[in-house]
């Protein structure tokens, strides 16, 4: 089993940056990829961004593009995720996830992660 667990969501004013941080509770050599996701209320989750983590490629929304960025710290177990000029519609509760089977720019679906941490809430005020 993996644990993963968020940190470093809060409540931030419209064009302000955050960076998100999951650390991974053991060594990640069977995680092929990590990815973020968010869920807003009333929403379906949905894909932020993934990281491949042997290698580093990263991946990510088309309408996140240039405002999200996604990395990670081999040697911490760790993956972030910084977030700049934000936006209210940006509000969501942010979870982290690790896939073991998945890896590659198709797997942007949550069905393809089988962990996931609790989530860290983030919210942009106008």
């Known amino acids: 089993q993996v644990q993963l667990v968020e940190s470093g969501g809060g409540l931030v004013q419209v064009g302000d940056s955050l960076r998100l941080s999951c650390a991974a509770s053991?060594?990640?050599?069977?995680?092929?990829?990590m990815a973020w996701f968010r869920q807003a209320p009333g929403k379906e989750r949905e894909f932020v961004a993934a990281i491949r983590w042997s290698s580093g490629t990263t991946y990510y929304a088309d309408s996140l593009k240039g405002r999200f960025t996604i990395s990670r710290d081999n040697a911490k177990n760790t993956m972030f995720l910084q977030m700049d000029s934000l936006r209210p519609e940006d509000t969501a509760k942010y979870y982290c996830?690790?896939?073991?089977?998945?890896?590659?720019?198709?797997?942007?679906?949550?069905?393809?992660?089988?962990?996931w941490g609790q989530g860290t809430q983030v919210t942009v005020s106008s």
């Open positions: 053991r060594r990640t050599f069977s995680m092929l990829q």
């Open positions: 996830s690790s896939s073991t089977w998945c890896a590659g720019l198709g797997c942007n679906d949550e069905q393809y992660y089988n962990y």
